[in-house]
């Protein structure tokens, strides 16, 4: 015998999934995203994994009020990248894409908003790839956008 939902949990599954695609939106700022994206992804594919601790440094780029210097930095597996912020202002570094993020978990747990005058490192790139980021508190600024190349 085949049962039918009721009104009442056809209700409760309208309001979750109504909960699920608002808590989505707003997630970490919410808004469009910085690649022409005006809603953001519904997902993130994850590009390079972490190693879960920081590894020898790699590469350093440094934060300016002119942006980030060099944008495109080059590693090995197993390497972290330190960001130095010599601006007068916070950055707060990000994988792409905003305002999502978490392509590149090294990025997200290593750095958080670096004040100035902090420097922070990413945890190790645990695989090959390629991760982009954005600094989440200017996020349409292309000169806080880069590129980093895990080989």
Request: net charge neutral.
């Amino acid at each position: 015998m085949a049962t039918t939902p009721s009104r009442f949990s056809l209700s409760i599954l309208a309001g979750a999934l109504a909960l699920g695609i608002f808590a989505s939106s707003i997630a970490c700022g919410g808004g469009g995203g910085s690649s022409g994206n005006p809603g953001g992804p519904s997902s993130v594919t994850v590009i390079s994994r972490s190693t879960g601790g920081v590894g020898p440094i790699g590469a350093t780029v440094t934060l300016t009020a002119s942006g980030a210097d060099p944008r495109a930095v080059t590693i090995a597996v197993g390497q972290s990248v330190t960001f130095v912020n010599n601006d007068n202002r916070s950055h707060e570094i990000a994988s792409d894409p905003h305002p999502i993020h978490g392509s590149c978990p090294s990025i997200e747990v290593g750095l958080a908003t670096l004040a100035p005058g902090q420097s922070r490192s990413t945890q190790g790139f645990a695989n090959a790839g390629s991760c982009t980021y954005h600094d989440h508190l200017d996020n349409g600024n292309g000169g806080f956008q880069g590129r980093i190349t895990i080989q």
